[in-house]
């Protein structure tokens, strides 16, 4: 069973950076697509991210060109590089490993972390 814990959130001013990290353990970190997700009060969770074991990268319209999704098998860690951030970017954001194995998928979530762009 995959455990991921993020770090790296906190309170940063508009125009400001962020770097979130997730480390995973108790799997095969390279059999999963990885992805970071965010859940502001309210609306559903929507995908911010993803990335594939190959490196394949997948973004939303609203952080495309500010965000950037990266990984490093070798140390079981994903990261999401935030850039020029907005106040519309606050949210609690989730670190999620993804596994299709045939008709059956597989999902494990970090606890979520919070990112607040205030000034």
């Known amino acids: 069973q995959a455990q991921l814990v993020e770090s790296g959130g906190g309170l940063v001013q508009p125009g400001g950076s962020l770097r979130l990290s997730c480390a995973a353990s108790?799997?095969?970190?390279?059999?999963?697509?990885m992805g970071w997700y965010r859940q502001a009060p309210g609306p559903a969770r929507e995908l911010v991210a993803s990335?594939?074991?190959?490196?394949?990268?997948n973004y939303a319209d609203s952080v495309k060109g500010r965000f950037t999704i990266s990984r490093d098998n070798a140390k079981n860690t994903v990261y999401l590089q935030l850039n020029s951030l907005k106040p519309e970017d606050t949210a609690v954001y989730h670190c999620?490993?993804?596994?299709?194995?045939?008709?059956?998928?597989?999902?494990?979530w970090g606890q979520g972390i919070q990112v607040t762009v205030s000034s």
């Open positions: 990335i594939t074991s190959g490196g394949s990268t």
């Open positions: 999620n490993a993804h596994r299709q194995v045939g008709h059956a998928g597989y999902d494990y």
């Open positions: 108790g799997t095969i970190f390279s059999f999963y697509v």
